[in-house]
């Protein structure tokens, strides 16, 4: 299945591929933020929560599009 983006038409095996990539880079950028707090950084307390729940659904996302 074709996805329009503006005036741009790529097919679904791609939007899945784009998907996937933003998801493992901002998972990727999450478990840096934990790793460092874990070294001493401050992050705020709501969010060392958030993270690791957000990372937790991020796999699931990343495998129901097909890792």
Same mark, same amino acid.
């Given at each position: 299945?074709? !996805? ?7 097919? &679904? @095996? ?5 998907? +996937?990539?933003?998801?493992? $880079?901002?998972?990727?950028?999450? !478990? ?7 070294? &001493? @950084? ?5 969010? +060392?929560?958030?993270?690791? $729940? ?14």
């Amino acid at each position: 299945m074709s !996805k329009q983006i503006g005036p741009l038409t790529i097919d &679904g @095996e791609t939007a899945d591929r784009i998907t +996937v990539l933003t998801l493992k $880079e901002q998972r990727k950028y999450l !478990k840096k933020e934990l790793a460092d707090y874990k070294k &001493g @950084e401050y992050l705020h307390p709501e969010d +060392v929560v958030k993270n690791g $729940e957000l990372i937790k659904h991020m796999d699931a996302l990343i495998k129901y599009f097909g890792e």
